[in-house]
């Protein structure tokens, strides 16, 4: 299975956007998905996750700002980010699991660069 991203740009602080992650192939089977992102000079750190269940968790600086879904019909993930702050500007990149007994597979999408300016 093949991640792309999609949906990065440029935006003004207190702006909106909503990334996308297309995937080659069924999503239903992972266990969880997510989105990361990494700003320059630092090292890449989780934003969110959504589980098969639909049970999501956030990171405590998107909280109330960002929202996580899944459409497994259309085997893409989403993160619709609103109220964005410059602190949001980094590449984000989306990932997915899949386990099982004895196994863990991991992808990971090539990334989309948020830029947002003051």
């Known amino acids: 299975v093949q991640l792309q991203a999609s949906g990065g740009g440029l935006v003004q602080a207190g702006g909106s956007l909503r990334l996308s992650c297309a995937a080659s192939?069924?999503?239903?089977?992972?266990?969880?998905m997510g989105w990361y992102r990494q700003a320059p000079g630092t090292e890449r750190a989780l934003v969110a996750t959504?589980?098969?269940?639909?049970?999501?968790n956030y990171a405590n600086d998107v909280k109330g700002r960002f929202t996580i879904s899944r459409d497994n019909a259309r085997n893409t993930l989403y993160l619709q980010m609103n109220s964005l702050k410059p602190d949001d500007t980094a590449v984000y990149y989306c990932?997915?699991?899949?386990?099982?007994?004895?196994?863990?597979?991991?992808?990971w999408g090539q990334g989309t660069l948020v830029t947002v300016s003051s």
């Open positions: 192939g069924s999503i239903s089977s992972f266990n969880v």
């Open positions: 990932h997915a699991r899949r386990v099982a007994v004895g196994f863990r597979e991991d992808y």
């Open positions: 959504i589980s098969a269940a639909r049970i999501k």
